[in-house]
């Protein structure tokens, strides 16, 4: 199976909003609302910020949203803060009964 | 709360099996609807989803290294486990098991141990 395609870096100003983009196939994000986001600070495990392409678990601010179209999710971070500089992680389930991960996406605050 | 912590041999000789416990508590492994799994992050790189677990022993692996792994549930114990055959320098990564909601996706981290692959 092949990795989920992310950018390798995106950047924005605190108070600014960015779009990480997360592109798969049809048989994984297109197939399945199964996508998952995940928050990674350095030398940490990861968090889960996003579940089933657009719920936030409990605890997890409501700056941070997902979607999807097509072969495409995405999440959103808003109203930029210091501490959501991290590396970012989409995942989705897919037709071999699998997770894929996508490569990372590290996040600069300006 | 759910914790999770894995335990195992820091270091692992090329051509070895690499093997790793995780160890559940706060919670039961027996518990419906979740499935217990494995991630590796090799240094400096990205995720990468190894395989999981239900609790009655059916199994899901990543196709790239299902010939040389095998996750086993022992609920008396409330643990999991991971075998990795075989090993080479390419399997040298953070380790992490986890607990994943409904399968699709990971809620429950374990802090993450480091193997490294090296004679």
């Known amino acids: 199976q092949s990795a989920l395609t992310q950018p390798a870096s995106v950047s924005g100003s605190p108070g600014q909003s960015i779009t990480i983009s997360c592109t798969g196939t049809s048989s994984d994000v297109g197939g399945y609302n199964y996508v998952s986001w995940y928050q990674q600070h350095p030398g940490k495990a990861p968090k889960l910020m996003i579940y089933d392409v657009s719920n936030r678990p409990s605890g997890v601010s409501s700056r941070f949203s997902g979607s999807k179209s097509g072969n495409t999710a995405s999440l959103t971070i808003s109203g930029l803060q210091a501490e959501d500089e991290a590396d970012y992680y989409c995942n989705s389930y897919t037709s071999s009964s699998t997770l894929v991960f996508g490569g990372g996406t590290k996040l600069t605050v300006l | 709360q759910l914790q999770l912590q894995e335990s195992g041999p820091g270091l692992v000789k090329p051509s070895e099996t690499l093997s790793l416990t995780c160890t559940v508590s706060g919670g039961s492994i027996s518990s419906t609807g979740y499935y217990w799994g494995w991630i590796r992050q090799p240094p400096g790189k990205g995720l990468e989803w190894i395989g999981s677990?239900?609790?009655?022993?059916?199994?899901y692996y990543n196709p790239s290294l299902k010939s040389r792994l095998t996750i086993s549930v022992d609920t008396s114990k409330n643990q999991f486990s991971l075998k990795l055959s075989s090993v080479t320098a390419a399997d040298t990564a953070v380790y992490y098991c986890?607990?994943?909601?409904?399968?699709?996706?990971?809620?429950?981290w374990g802090e993450g141990t480091t193997v490294t692959v090296s004679s």
């Open positions: 677990i239900y609790f009655s022993g059916i199994t």
């Open positions: 986890a607990r994943q909601g409904t399968f699709y996706y990971i809620d429950v």
